[in-house]
């Protein structure tokens, strides 16, 4: 039995919570709609002002599934009403960004600038340009965006050169040391 999955999730005012016939939660609130397909056996139930989560026994013999569902439709109450954010910081001379229009343009130290379509259902700011801000309702999308700008240029133990998320540490490797010849 998951610890994670019996606990309840609490529901702010304004946050409305619909299961439809083929087991699909529908989460909306002040910022957007968000949907989830739930798997055969899990079951939710609507208590005053919160939210249980539940499995069948018979079809389930352990709470794996149970905590992750939990997760996923937490997940979605947070993201309909205060959304989610990941800061990105580059570091590295001359390297910076740019929001054009429905691209991110960034200078990464490459011979050519490299642009990326920024998705519909985020927004991406650029601060000083060379901190970039996604934010959105989805934590998955969101994360998983950020994580594509990071893979153009992760950071390098050496110089520490490169994207990283804000207070990644970065372990820095000696460099070659000068061998004395005799």
């Known amino acids: 039995m998951s ?18 016939n083929d087991n699909v939660v529908n989460v909306k609130g002040p910022k ?4 989830q397909q739930l798997m055969k056996g899990i079951t939710l139930k609507q208590e005053e002002g919160s939210l249980l989560i539940e499995k ?3 079809l389930f013999s352990n709470g794996k599934f149970h905590g992750l569902f939990r997760s996923l439709i937490n997940n979605m109450v947070i993201g309909v009403t ?6 990105l910081t580059m570091i590295g001379v001359g390297y910076r960004a740019a929001v054009k229009g429905t691209k991110i343009d960034m200078q990464l130290g490459f011979s050519h600038p490299t642009e ?3 998705p519909t259902d985020l927004q991406v700011n650029v601060d000083k340009s060379t901190t970039i801000i996604v934010s959105g309702i989805d934590k998955q999308k969101v ?16 110089k520490g050169k490169g994207v990283r998320y804000e207070n990644e540490y970065v372990r820095k490797k000696a460099g070659k040391a ?3 010849s005799k």
């Open 32 to 35: 957007g709609l968000l949907s």
């Open 3 to 20: 610890k994670l999955g019996k606990s309840p999730i609490a529901l702010p005012k304004g946050v409305e919570v619909q299961v439809t």
């Open 56 to 58: 069948d026994d018979k």
């Open 116 to 118: 990326l379509e920024i």
């Open 178 to 180: 000068a061998s004395k």
């Open 143 to 158: 994360g998983q965006f950020a994580a594509t700008i990071r893979s153009i240029r992760p950071p390098e133990p050496y």
């Open 82 to 87: 205060a959304g989610f954010e990941k800061r």
